[in-house]
């Protein structure tokens, strides 16, 4: 079914009164609102509805990044993270400590982990913290991670 | 690429969505700042309580950047948030009961300087006095109109936000924008 102008007209009068329209276009409902009573006044409900929209309290952005900061928030990286917990998991399951000696760093403690959260993340001295994940991987995923183990007990990271 | 390099020009938010997931807590923030306000009003458009709005729009961004994982990119970011916002909404509607149906503070309008202070302190009541009466539209239709005009959205993503199809939104949208007249008038 054809449109009629000034249902088209209509469907754009958000766009118009909130400057979201290309100047074409902008031109075009102009014109249409000098000959069209009822658009015009649906151009002016549309402007006194956007023009008393809620304004956000003061300080919330600063109140919600503290809130992500307190709360620890970091963007799950999907396989790094995964891997990372494979592996932290399998070592656990396998009993096997790191000589990370050669890194400089604390030794990766052997009992298990206390699970406070669900998210991954990497602490800044290379620990591994959070939830472990193992669910989910494939048997071709989790051979590879205990060849890598394998690979970092006898021979080191290269 | 240095802060100081990347602030040379404004980023997307696909950009720094990207950022993010590789661990930059600074496109964090910028994508806080960006969409707060919105976020928070899809929160007040479905509660009418400005206290409890305040929470879910910080829940929304900590649930959400914890699934930030998961977003593919289908939607944009924006919508992909304000989904989240507006189901924490609803969420905490079914464990508190119904929505809040006392007044919300609006802020005044602003209008540009070539209106008269009075002229202006006329836009400014009516503005107040269409915000009150949207209030009192049925659910769907008070959200199709504000989602569409406060937020821009199209009627597809208006659709997405409060499940209806888009040809649904865009009659909820039509019949309230009706309703509102015959109130106002």
Known sequence: MKRTRCESIQELIPDYVTGRLATKEQELAREHFKQCYECEQDRDLAHLVFSSRAVEPEGLASKINAALTNQRVVVRRQWWGLTAAAVASLAIALNVSLDRSELGSVPLVEYEFEIQSENLWLTDDGLIAGAPMLEGLSDEVLGWLLEELIEIEDGGVS | ?185
Not at chain 2, 119 to 136: N, T, V
Not at chain 2, 169 to 185: D, K, P, T
Request: glycine share 6%; charged share 30%.
């Open chain 2, 1 to 185: 690429m240095s802060d100081h390099e990347w602030s040379k020009k404004p980023s997307s938010d696909e950009e720094l969505v990207a950022r993010a997931r590789a661990g930059d807590n600074f496109a964090l923030g910028i994508l806080v700042n960006r969409h707060n306000a919105a976020v928070y009003r899809v929160a007040l458009s479905i509660l009418g309580d400005e206290s409890a709005a305040e929470d879910v729009a910080q829940d929304t961004f900590i649930k959400g950047f914890r699934a930030l994982g998961q977003f593919r990119g289908e939607a944009s970011f924006r919508t992909w948030i304000l989904t989240i916002a507006a189901n924490e909404a609803r969420g905490l509607i079914r464990r508190i009961g119904r929505r809040n149906e006392t007044a919300i503070d609006f802020a005044a309008p602003v209008y540009s300087k070539d209106k008269a202070p009075d002229e202006a302190a006329l836009i400014a009541s009516e503005a107040a006095r269409a915000r009150d009466l949207l209030q009192r539209l049925p659910e769907k239709q008070r959200l199709a109109i504000a989602f569409r005009i406060d937020e821009g959205m199209s009627f597809k993503e208006v659709g997405q936000m409060i499940g209806s199809s888009e040809s649904a939104a865009r009659v909820n949208y039509f019949h309230g924008i009706r309703r509102l007249r015959e109130l106002i008038e």
